[in-house]
C-alpha cells in the first residue's frame, strides 16, 4: 500500500514561515504530480500548489508569491516554503500525489494531513 506523511506544520506568527514535507512510501512505480491542498474549518478543500514530474508549477492566487513547491525525486519527497504566513493561511495542509501504480494504474493518494495555525 501506499503512504503519504506530511511533516512540518505548527504554530507561527503572522509574517513567520514553514516549510511542509511530504514523502511518499509504499508500492508504486513512479510519481506523476505531487501538490498541496489545504482546508479550513467551514471551508471547502482547496488547491495550493502543485508540481509535476516535468517540473511544471502552479499555484493557487493567494500563495503567489509567497508560498513555493519543490520536490526532491530521489527522496520522492514534496515540499512548500510557506513564507509571510498570514491568519487566513491557518488549516489542514493535505498531501497529494498522482502515483503511477501498475502498468495501467495511476491514482492519486492523500496524506494524513498536517495543521498550520498562524497567529494574528
Known amino acids: 500500500q501506499v503512504q503519504l506523511v506530511e511533516s512540518g506544520g505548527g504554530l507561527v506568527q503572522a509574517g513567520g514561515s514553514l516549510r511542509l514535507s511530504c514523502v511518499a512510501s509504499?508500492?508504486?512505480?513512479?510519481?506523476?504530480?505531487m501538490g498541496w491542498y489545504r482546508q479550513a474549518p467551514g471551508k471547502q478543500r482547496e488547491l495550493v500548489a502543485t508540481?509535476?514530474?516535468?517540473?511544471?508549477?502552479n499555484y493557487a492566487d493567494s500563495v503567489k508569491g509567497r508560498f513555493t513547491i519543490s520536490r526532491d525525486n530521489a527522496k520522492n519527497t514534496v515540499y512548500l516554503q510557506m513564507n509571510t504566513l498570514k491568519p487566513e493561511d491557518t488549516a489542514v495542509y493535505y498531501c497529494?500525489?498522482?502515483?503511477?501504480?501498475?502498468?495501467?494504474?495511476?491514482?492519486?493518494?492523500w496524506g494524513q494531513g498536517t495543521q498550520v495555525t498562524v497567529s494574528p
Open positions: 508540481i509535476t514530474s516535468g517540473g511544471s508549477t
Open positions: 497529494n500525489a498522482d502515483l503511477i501504480t501498475g502498468l495501467m494504474s495511476r491514482l492519486r493518494y
Open positions: 509504499g508500492n508504486f512505480f513512479s510519481i506523476a504530480a
